[in-house]
């Protein structure tokens, strides 16, 4: 079932989802004319909620994002079937430049700053859509989530470590002022304290800047510790979707996503090596 259908009842009464801002109608997306990443695929995300997207290597989530942010071009993928949509307009079609203009912003896994420019020069790079005004205005909001990209804003960004790193590319992503944030993998490779700093501010920005989030993760606890409603990939396809408290209380995704069963934690080899349920394709 969609996000878009869902209704929560609240006190009884009916309380509709927010509108989806962004919504993936029935993609299929071929890589080399070939290899078929993803198969009718149906995703939608609310404005101002954190939508996560689950999944093991290879289950195409990392593709959904350069679908939406107009760069399959660059890895021989095509869209051969259905459309984005952004605020209600067909959006695949668009160039990467427009679709940033619009408020479609991507911080890539494996954080790709300019690693021979400061903390300072990435930031008005990625501020160079707006008026000089804004900017100052995006880089002292970046500043006050991120203190250390401050202290150390005259450093040279490839002597940075990992997890200042990703500050740095959620930085510049914001300083665009985009509606919807997509972010791919922040916690990879990261220490455990830099990751909590990291999911503090994306709670922040939905909960105070009122910010939609686009959320890809192989950290399913984290993601659904967050998140608003998720859905789960496997082999380019949606194989289950709900609200975040649903499926952490779901006993497939607890036992063979978040590695907990009747017996307790089990180990990383026996999560890789489950046979899933028939019923989760039903």
């Given at each position: 079932m969609s996000i878009s259908t869902q209704a929560e009842t609240r006190g009884g009464r009916i309380t509709p989802e927010p509108p989806c801002l962004l919504e993936f109608r029935n993609i299929r997306i071929v890589y080399d004319n070939a290899i078929e990443a993803i198969r009718d695929v149906s995703i939608g995300v609310p404005e101002g909620g954190i939508v996560a997207l689950l999944g093991s290597n290879g289950a195409g989530k990392s593709t959904l994002l350069k679908a939406m942010s107009g760069i399959l071009y660059t890895e021989e993928g095509v869209i051969e079937n259905g459309t984005i949509r952004f605020r209600n307009e067909d959006v695949?079609?668009?160039?990467?430049?427009?679709?940033?203009?619009?408020?479609?912003?991507?911080?890539?896994?494996?954080?790709?700053?300019?690693?021979?420019?400061?903390?300072?020069?990435?930031?008005?790079?990625?501020?160079?859509?707006?008026?000089?005004?804004?900017?100052?205005?995006?880089?002292?909001?970046?500043?006050?989530?991120?203190?250390?990209?401050?202290?150390?804003?005259?450093?040279?960004?490839?002597?940075?470590?990992?997890?200042?790193?990703?500050?740095?590319?959620?930085?510049?992503?914001?300083?665009?002022?985009?509606?919807?944030?997509?972010?791919?993998?922040?916690?990879?490779?990261?220490?455990?304290?830099?990751?909590?700093?990291?999911?503090?501010?994306?709670?922040?920005?939905?909960?105070?800047?009122?910010m939609t989030v686009l959320l890809v993760e192989q950290n399913a606890q984290r993601a659904l510790d967050i998140a608003d409603y998720a859905y789960i990939l496997e082999t380019g396809r949606v194989v289950l979707d709900g609200t975040a408290a649903r499926l952490s209380a779901n006993e497939d995704v607890r036992e063979f996503y978040l590695g907990v069963s009747g017996s307790g934690r089990r180990s990383l080899r026996d999560v890789k090596h489950y046979k899933r349920r028939k019923r989760w394709l039903s």
């Open positions: 695949h079609r668009l160039a990467p430049d427009e679709l940033v203009r619009r408020g479609i912003v991507q911080v890539p896994e494996g954080r790709r700053v300019f690693p021979a420019l400061t903390i300072d020069e990435n930031l008005q790079m990625g501020g160079y859509t707006r008026t000089s005004a804004e900017a100052r205005d995006r880089r002292d909001q970046v500043f006050a989530l991120f203190p250390r990209l401050f202290e150390r804003r005259d450093q040279i960004a490839g002597y940075m470590s990992g997890g200042e790193q990703q500050m740095l590319a959620i930085g510049r992503a914001l300083m665009t002022g985009p509606v919807l944030l997509a972010l791919d993998e922040p916690s990879l490779g990261l220490a455990p304290l830099i990751i909590d700093r990291i999911y503090e501010v994306i709670v922040k920005l939905r909960d105070e800047m009122k």
